[in-house]
């Protein structure tokens, strides 16, 4: 239950860093991260300002302006206002998410509200609150975070109101001008899957309509919400593309129709042959998304499709997008590996819920690729529910990560006796080599790059200390802290090198 408005806090959407289009890609004023994905009727956007609705619809209208509808779809669980033309989220000063975080402002999350009527209904609630609150308008700026600590100033703002608008206000003045408009409120979560029933609102949406109907999915910064509805549209705009070429049949020749086909639906590693050799865990090659390839053969194809529609709405080379939800996992496993403890517990529970959606897109590709053919006479959830083992697999298979890596037991005995001897001193060089090779081995997985190297020098340092006997360890201890906190690999070498046992 959402607090009542008289309690909520403003605060901005934008914030500095949210544009992450390519340098050079065409940018639209008052919509970051507008673009649109190749191929497809389907565009994506972070909250617009007032002006940058039209701005977005201009190249909509002009490419797809004969069709019946034109979808814009708030992907937002969070209430949003506009103020002086600007939008802003109404924040919860006392929300209980911020437990997930140390010494976290509860402003920096958001609210999560799944009803689209209850959200707009606080909406309005909210935008009647800021104006009985007078002309001195306070608020707090975003700002982007991987850590919802990081993620604003948490100092509070002002500046004079001028106006306060509704997003039903702003969405009926656009409807005058561009009656086919239809704004849909689908409320998906920030940090986790999407629910069962967003996948369902999307085929309701869309299962009626042209292979070119445009739709327009936009959520805060335009990033990860968006991105994943995108896929979620591509899929049922290919099963309609599938149907109109098939009823093709016999006007076109076969030939040229297969190849149209091909081209416009082919699949890497099934139609087409992949060129590029890529990391396993880079193509989602997962423990619970293996279980589920061995588990259901419909499973790998439906994979494929899935990789192929992320990679096209992954940033360039090979998309024209913001951010590749499939690889964004091993990335935030990679920061994982090198985090303090506070660090890691948020970023094990981001990278499971990214699992999660990874598989879940999957199924609901398996979902469009059996039910769609027959018209959706069966929901997802309905297939969820007939297919039940699927969330048990996902509940107990989305940890199953090699969470801590550590170099086996054998390899460190070995050091140990050579930091043990009397003369260990002359062994270090030795000891330093071992240890990089060793760490090199336990990451010789993931692509070259900071994130290797970090992780490398990390595993050295807690290896080093794993290996300190009894004596040097107190010295360790007494110089650079306790070891629990994983002093500097270089801190410690440094110090084993000067160490001299007290007369």
């Avoid at 193509?283 to 499973?299: D, R, T, W, Y």
């Amino acid at each position: 239950m959402a607090p009542p408005a008289s309690e909520l806090k403003a605060m901005t959407d934008a914030f500095d860093g949210i544009d992450r289009l390519a340098e050079g890609a065409p940018r639209t004023e008052g919509a970051p991260n507008f673009r649109r994905l190749p191929g497809f009727p389907l565009f994506g956007t972070g909250q617009t300002s007032v002006e940058g609705f039209e701005k977005c619809l201009e190249p909509v209208l002009k490419k797809y302006g004969d069709e019946k509808h034109i979808f814009w779809v708030n992907l937002r669980q969070e209430p949003v206002v506009y103020v002086n033309g600007k939008p802003y989220t109404a924040r919860d000063p006392a929300n209980p998410l911020a437990a997930i975080g140390i010494n976290c402002n509860p402003v920096n999350f958001h609210l999560e509200i799944s009803n689209p009527e209850e959200c707009t209904a606080l909406e309005n609630d909210f935008a009647e609150e800021v104006r009985k609150r007078g002309e001195d308008f306070k608020y707090f700026k975003d700002q982007f975070g991987e850590h919802p600590e990081e993620r604003a100033s948490n100092e509070e703002l002002s500046e004079k109101l001028a106006g306060v608008t509704t997003l039903n206000e702003i969405y009926a003045a656009i409807k005058d001008k561009v009656p086919k408009l239809e704004p849909i409120r689908i409320p998906m979560n920030q940090e986790k899957a999407p629910e069962e029933a967003n996948f369902d609102q999307i085929v309701a949406m869309l299962k009626d309509t042209t292979a070119s109907c445009p739709v327009i999915f936009n959520c805060q910064a335009g990033i990860s919400r968006t991105t994943t509805a995108i896929v979620c549209g591509a899929l049922v705009k290919e099963l309609q593309l599938t149907r109109e070429l098939d009823r093709m049949r016999g006007i076109v020749p076969d030939d040229i129709l297969d190849a149209l086909k091909k081209k416009k639906l082919g699949l890497p590693g099934i139609d087409i042959e992949v060129q590029e050799d890529r990391n396993a865990m880079q193509m989602g090659e997962f423990e619970v998304i293996k279980e589920l390839l061995a588990a259901h053969p419909a499973a790998k194809i439906a994979k494929a499709q899935v990789d192929k529609l992320i990679d096209l709405a992954a940033p360039p080379p090979r998309g024209t997008g913001v951010e590749n939800i499939r690889e964004c996992i091993i990335e935030s496993k990679m920061t994982f590996d090198v985090s303090s403890d506070d660090w890691q517990a948020y970023l094990k529970a981001k990278i499971m819920n990214n699992i999660e959606r990874y598989f879940y897109l999957i199924v609901f590709a398996m979902y469009i690729r059996e039910v769609g053919p027959k018209g959706f006479p069966q929901t997802f959830k309905q297939y969820m529910d007939e297919n039940s083992g699927l969330r048990t697999m996902i509940e107990e298979g989305r940890g199953k990560l090699e969470w801590e890596r550590k170099i086996p037991d054998e390899n460190l005995s070995e050091l140990k006796d050579l930091l043990s001897a009397a003369e260990f001193k002359a062994n270090m060089p030795k000891i330093i080599k071992r240890i990089y090779e060793l760490s090199w081995d336990m990451f010789g997985d993931l692509p070259r790059g900071h994130h290797k190297n970090n992780s490398m020098h990390k595993l050295a340092s807690k290896t080093m200390i794993e290996i300190l006997p009894d004596h040097l360890a107190a010295h360790i201890e007494k110089k650079c802290g306790a070891l629990a906190g994983t002093p500097d690999f270089f801190d410690v070498i440094g110090q084993v090198s000067w160490y001299e046992p007290e007369a």
